[in-house]
């Protein structure tokens, strides 16, 4: 009895794996450097565990931990830039970001957040900016277009990551 596997399934499963990589290891593609050493990883992932609970501030130092093992990660400025943001260091965000930008051109959740960022410190044409990058990267980013709608004056809470 043989067993016959549709051509279709066998094409699925490599895009499958790799996808799985991506999830697994969010620390993607676009990265200027080589490998990531475990510890590299599990700093990164205790920065995201520890943002994911509030505590902002060892966040930040498990990034910058992460970022002395393994310099030049897009994801690495993009997820510190997010912590200063949530303590409310927005200048300090917005540097983040920048290096995220610069290391990723096409971050788009980087342009949202530094629009975000930009908004907070009342800049709304940096803010737009931003923003419109955001869109013209990925046209169907949802948080982009609603962070752009916000007027200035407007303490509504951003829609981002």
Not at 14 to 22: A, E, G, K
């Given at each position: 009895m043989a067993i016959r596997i549709k051509m279709n399934t066998i094409?699925?499963?490599?895009?499958?794996?790799?996808?799985?990589?991506?999830?697994?290891?969010?620390?993607s593609a676009e990265q200027k450097t080589g490998t990531v050493t475990r510890e590299a990883v599990n700093s990164?992932?205790?920065?995201?565990?520890?943002?994911?609970?509030?505590?902002?501030?060892?966040?930040?130092?498990?990034?910058?931990?992460?970022?002395?093992?393994a310099p030049g990660?897009?994801?690495?400025?993009?997820?510190r830039g997010l912590a200063y943001y949530s303590l409310g260091e927005l200048?300090?965000?917005?540097?983040?970001?920048?290096?995220?930008?610069?290391?990723?051109?096409?971050?788009?959740?980087?342009?949202?957040?530094?629009g975000v960022a930009y908004h907070g410190l009342g800049d709304p044409a940096q803010a737009i900016k931003n923003y419109d990058k955001a869109i013209k990267l990925r046209a169907n980013f949802p948080e982009a277009y609603n962070n752009r709608g916000l007027p200035m004056s407007d303490s509504a809470t951003w829609r981002g990551d």
């Open positions: 094409c699925i499963i490599p895009v499958l794996m790799t996808q799985l990589l991506f999830i697994a290891m969010p620390l990164f992932q205790q920065g995201r565990f520890y943002h994911d609970r509030g505590d902002y501030q060892r966040a930040v130092k498990e990034y910058d931990r992460f970022m002395e093992i990660r897009a994801d690495a400025h993009y997820r200048d300090r965000a917005v540097r983040d970001l920048d290096q995220a930008i610069e290391i990723n051109p096409t971050h788009t959740e980087a342009y949202n957040l530094r």
